[in-house]
Structures are given as structure tokens and as C-alpha cells.
């Protein structure tokens, strides 16, 4: 396994990725309202894997490079598992009972989960003090952006199982980009799609057994079915999957910290929401954090193009 490679495209990988997650807690809540958590999860995933199936089918269906060993086809279904079909319907679940500020959190502490993973798991991931301070000022950035609000109880009966749902799916993430960057030579795109694939396997089912036969979702729902699969899960996966490969798990959970600054602009743009007064000291320790922790990257990539 080689050291993590991180370019200017693994740069805009990144932004790119939390620009597209930052709007999907806006579009899932209104998924919700059509269509039950379960279901949402397994149909999201279905239809990323079918257009996935295709992509991949135009390239020849190629995976591993080499004859893949069995643990790492156990590997595959372990990944898959936790990077789609658990925390997608961790989250759907979850949503229902906390606060949308206490699931972003959850998902910023990715990036704090994945720092002592990646210490242990990953050659070239060593946990270092500035790395901590960077990640852990980021952090606070991120509290700071979604405010109090965010520990509020909503006062329902299942909030803490809703909490509880929302950290493991964070947990989820962190231990699938670990297990994903320590896999063999591998093609992106067919390593994106079989996640999908077996991710639908594990979803309907499971959605089938918790929620029933659903009812026909409305012209909108699909619509909105459709984006939800296409966008933020079939590529958005591939992204992934991209970054953890070459860049690694630690850089890709830069991405974490990024979605709730997206998720705020996005709903001041389009929901005309307000813009909380804290977004500009949020920002700055956000960014603040991301270039302690990621100095040596930020002065090989600015220093090259001098």
C-alpha cells in the first residue's frame, strides 16, 4: 500500500463532495415527507447501483487488478455494508427524532473518529499533535456554525436511539474509508458500483422487513428518488471512493466539516433561511483547522505552482 497522494484534484474532490452532501440533508427531509426512512435508504441505493451497473458494464466489469485474496472479498461486503447500506438507513431513521443540527455534528465527528483508526490501520496516517489541534479547532468551528440548537432535545420518546443512530452511522463512515484505503489494487468505478450492489441487497430486505410494501410514492417523490440516487449517492460514491484511494481516509474526512457550512448557504440561497450570525468565526476555525492539519498538502500544492 502506497503513501497517500494528495493533489489539486484531490482538493476538488473534496469540495466537491461537500458542496453535494451539504444539500442532501435539505432534499432527504424532503424525501420524508413521501416516503418512509427505510425505503428512502434502499431506493437511493438502488437506483445509484443500477446506473453505476451500467457505467460499470461499458468498462467491462473490471474490479481487482490481481487475483483478490478472500478477506479481501470479505473486505468488499464489510465496506459495503458500512458505507451505504447501515449508516443511509441509520441516518433516515435517526433524522425522525433529533435535531437536523445534532446529525450534522454526528457527521463532522467523522473526521475526529477517523484520526486514531488511521493511525493504527494505515501506513503514511500517523496521528501527530498538529493534525489533532487542526481537526479538533475544526471541529469546534462546526459546533459553533449549527449553535446550541443542536443538543436542544425535540422531546420525543426515541430521541436517544436517535442520537445514538446518528454517531454510529458517523462511526460507519470512519471505519469503511479505513478498510477501503487498505484494500488491494482495485478499479474505482467497479469497486463503486459493488458497494452499491451489495448495499441494495442488504437494504431491501432489511426496508421490506422493518416497513412493509410501500405505498406508491407520488411524481415528486420519484423526482426526487431519482436525484437522491443519481447525485449524492451513485457519484458521490465514486468520489469517494477516488479520494480514500489516493488521498486517504484522514483527507477525506475534510469533507465532514465542509457539509454544514454547504447545508447553511445553501438553505440562506434556497430556502431563504437566515444566515446564523456565527457563520463567519465558524468558517474561519474551520479553515483555520483544515490548514493546520493539512499544511504539508496546502504547501506542496501552492508550492508547486510556484
Known sequence: MSAPVITSRSWLMVITLGFVWGGTFMVTEVALRGMTPF???AAR????????????????????????????????IAIAAASSAVPFSLLAWGQQYVTSGFAGVSMASVALLVLPLAHFF??????????????????????????????????TALETPGRIACVAAAACYSVSSVMMRRLPPVDPIGLATILLVIASFMTLPLALWVEGVPA???????????????????????????VVRSAGPVFMSLVNYQVPVWSVVLGALILSEPLPTSLTTA????????????????RRLFGART
Open 39 to 41: 425505503w428512502l435508504a
Open 45 to 76: 441505493i438502488c437506483f445509484a447501483a443500477l446506473t453505476m451497473m451500467v457505467i460499470w458494464g461499458a468498462r467491462g466489469f473490471a474490479l481487482f487488478q490481481t487475483r483478490p485474496s478472500r478477506s479481501a472479498l470479505y473486505a468488499v
Open 122 to 155: 494505515v501506513p503514511g496516517e500517523r496521528l501527530t499533535l498538529r493534525r489533532m489541534i487542526g481537526f479538533a479547532i475544526g471541529f469546534v468551528g462546526v459546533v459553533i456554525l449549527i449553535g446550541g440548537q443542536a443538543f436542544e432535545s425535540t422531546g
Open 216 to 242: 406508491m410514492p407520488d411524481t415528486n417523490t420519484w423526482m426526487i428518488l431519482a436525484f437522491l440516487g443519481l447525485i449524492p449517492t451513485a457519484a458521490a460514491n465514486l468520489l469517494r471512493v477516488l
Open 283 to 298: 468558517m474561519a476555525l474551520i479553515l483555520l483547522g483544515v490548514a493546520i492539519s493539512q499544511w504539508g498538502a496546502l
